[in-house]
């Protein structure tokens, strides 16, 4: 089954997406393939990616093996990395953030709704 987000490779793919993050906001997770509480908010994510009409861009980036963009998107946002990590970004600017176990279907599905649907 083909993903329901965004897989940034290059620091190009981000510069993009953080530039359209004007016309639509951008759901970004930072994701360690060699971390078990990373593989769970993996899969919170991916429930969250999976919801019909979603009124956000979702895109993900794996830290290993793109450390490069991973360290690109800290310098840019001004946000400590973790690993895992999720920030909700509007208009270049990072609406709310969360890391590890704080990643569940639950607090993406509140902040979005907070913080995108209103505006």
Known sequence: MKPNYFEIESIEQWQTLLDQ????ALLL??????????GAAFKEFNVYTRKPKRPIVCALVK???CRP????????????HESPQILL????????????WDI????????????????
């Open 89 to 100: 970004i509007q208009n270049g600017q990072t609406l709310w953030h969360a890391s590890h």
């Open 29 to 38: 997770l930072k994701h360690s393939t060699a971390c078990p509480i990373s």
């Open 63 to 65: 830290v290993i093996e």
């Open 104 to 119: 569940t279907f639950e607090r993406i599905e509140q902040q979005v709704n907070e913080n995108i649907a209103k505006s």
């Open 69 to 80: 963009v991973s360290n690109e998107i800290e310098s840019k946002l001004g946000i400590k």
């Open 21 to 24: 993050s004007g016309e639509r």
